[in-house]
């Protein structure tokens, strides 16, 4: 599974708009991109997954460049409750035995008033 | 539809003692993870397991841990013998049946295991 590279941390204030880049030279064909969040003492929570070009939810965007070496989540107006570990992750969209997922250190956003 | 759901929340044992935890994935999942985070690190995989059957243990350690997912009941991951090394944040993650578009996992709270 490909390694991810994301800053350690980030720092921004609310209203503004975060883009957390994530590095991953190794990407295979079939590897999707996801973006977990975390909030202290909880469990990740997906945000947003995607092959190519760009994906949009209620959350958050995602832009994946043609190449799919790197992605961006971005975070529109983010707010004091966005502050947490922001995760990338590289790996299969599974449906047979590969479940596991690979987290890195993540990035962790503080959001200012 | 209730989330994933572990307990305890919190666990503390003594050297040399067993540790207990449990996970009771959302409903209508069959899939199951489990997910160990030391302080101001990410996850690590541990194990996968469907309904009575491991996946994929290549997460575990080699002794002491084991982990299982009976037809009834709750997942159960098991640390005997525990040692201070040992003290993190335990997580179960649970996921559809193979087939989903995607690899969503849906994350418990966790159980936080302290070994003094």
């Known amino acids: 599974l490909a390694k991810t590279t994301q800053p350690i941390s980030m720092d921004s204030y609310e209203g503004q708009e975060v883009n957390i880049t994530c590095s991953h030279n190794?990407?295979?064909?079939?590897?999707?991109i996801t973006w977990y969040q975390q909030f202290p003492s909880q469990g990740p929570r997906f945000i947003i997954q995607g092959y190519k070009t760009k994906v949009t939810n209620e959350v958050a965007s995602l832009f994946i460049p043609a190449d799919r070496k790197s992605s961006t989540l971005s975070l529109p107006r983010v707010s004091l409750s966005d502050t947490a570990v922001y995760y990338c992750l590289v790996g299969l969209n599974y449906g047979g035995s590969q479940g596991n997922l690979i987290f890195g250190k993540g990035t962790k956003l503080s959001v200012k008033p | 539809n209730a989330g994933v759901m572990q307990n305890p929340r919190h666990l503390v044992r003594r050297r040399g003692q067993e540790a207990r935890l449990r996970c009771s994935p959302m409903k209508g999942h069959s899939h199951v993870y489990w997910y160990r985070q030391l302080p101001e690190e990410g996850l690590k995989f541990m194990v996968y397991?469907?309904?009575?059957?491991?996946?994929?243990e290549s997460g575990m350690p080699k002794e002491r841990f084991s982990a299982e997912f009976p037809k009834e009941g709750p997942s159960i991951l098991r640390i005997q013998q525990v040692v201070r090394g040992d003290s993190a944040a335990y997580f179960c993650?649970?996921?559809?049946?193979?087939?989903?578009?995607?690899?969503?996992?849906?994350f418990g709270p966790g159980t936080r295991l302290t070994v003094l």
């Open positions: 993650a649970s996921s559809p049946s193979a087939g989903s578009s995607y690899n969503e996992q849906f």
């Open positions: 397991l469907q309904k009575e059957n491991i996946i994929d």
């Open positions: 190794n990407i295979a064909t079939n590897d999707y």
